[in-house]
């Protein structure tokens, strides 16, 4: 299935956090929070018309923001443009 977002949106995978802290303490299941970095799968019309994001480029994006989706057993988010607040660059 391929979803493609509508206007000012976009579709992005979380990237997961470590399991463990630089200096080796493993960090449990429920204190973690939700990674604030993704991955953008896809875009818009109007994201692809600004040319500023494009698909496989890992945003970060504000806390409590975008909606939660599940695609075929895989979670996703859906962000406005708004919502992402910058680009990580390698």
Same mark, same amino acid.
């Given at each position: 299935? $391929?979803? &493609? +977002? @509508?206007?000012?949106? !976009? #579709?992005?995978?979380?990237?997961?956090?470590? %399991?463990?802290?630089?200096?080796?303490?493993?960090?449990?299941?429920?204190? $973690?929070? &939700? +990674? @604030?970095?993704?991955? !953008? #799968?896809?875009?818009?019309?109007?994201?692809? %018309?600004?040319?500023?994001?494009?698909?496989?480029?890992?945003?970060?994006?504000?806390?409590?923001?975008?909606?939660?989706?599940?695609?075929?057993?895989?979670?996703?988010?859906?962000?406005?443009?708004?919502?992402?607040?910058?680009?990580?660059?390698?």
């Amino acid at each position: 299935m $391929k979803f &493609k +977002p @509508l206007g000012n949106r !976009v #579709l992005v995978e979380r990237i997961d956090e470590p %399991e463990k802290t630089p200096s080796g303490i493993i960090i449990p299941d429920n204190a $973690k929070e &939700k +990674p @604030l970095e993704g991955n !953008v #799968l896809a875009i818009g019309p109007e994201v692809e %018309e600004e040319g500023h994001i494009k698909v496989g480029d890992r945003v970060v994006f504000a806390k409590y923001s975008g909606t939660d989706i599940t695609i075929e057993g895989v979670d996703y988010l859906i962000l406005q443009t708004d919502d992402i607040l910058g680009l990580l660059e390698k």
